[in-house]
């Protein structure tokens, strides 16, 4: 009964804002770090950012434009994205990994989502 559903994407122009949502079920969300990674077609899975313990972490090319934040409450992480550029076009899943894990590497993570396409237009 795990499940992470991501949504939010969508197309939007250079330089616009999206903000994706990650809702969890079937697992303790507090107990886990969540992160949301990207996949563009032709190239591997790629970390983004990562929150765990209030700490947040993000990959160089995003820091300063995407903000990541979760809601324990809500069992609902999310990626605020800003100054989307072409670049930035991927598939966007959400993953949860136990505590203790490397944050940045796919394979640390029990659960992933289904994933929601963002494109981004020149």
């Known amino acids: 009964q795990v499940q992470l559903v991501e949504s939010g994407g969508g197309l939007v122009q250079a330089g616009g804002s999206l903000r994706l949502s990650c809702a969890a079920s079937?697992?303790?969300?507090?107990?886990?770090?969540m992160g949301w990674f990207r996949q563009a077609p032709g190239k591997e899975r790629e970390f983004v950012a990562v929150?765990?313990?209030?700490?947040?972490y993000y990959t160089d090319s995003v820091n300063g434009r995407f903000t990541i934040s979760r809601d324990n409450l809500k069992n609902s992480m999310y990626l605020q994205m800003n100054g989307l550029k072409p670049e930035d076009t991927a598939i966007y899943y959400c993953?949860?990994?136990?505590?203790?894990?490397?944050?940045?590497?796919?394979?640390?993570?029990?659960?992933w989502g289904q994933g929601t396409q963002v494109t981004v237009s020149s």
């Open positions: 079937g697992f303790t969300f507090s107990n886990y770090t």
């Open positions: 993953a949860a990994a136990p505590w203790g894990r490397a944050v940045r590497v796919p394979n640390s993570y029990n659960y």
């Open positions: 929150t765990r313990s209030g700490v947040v």
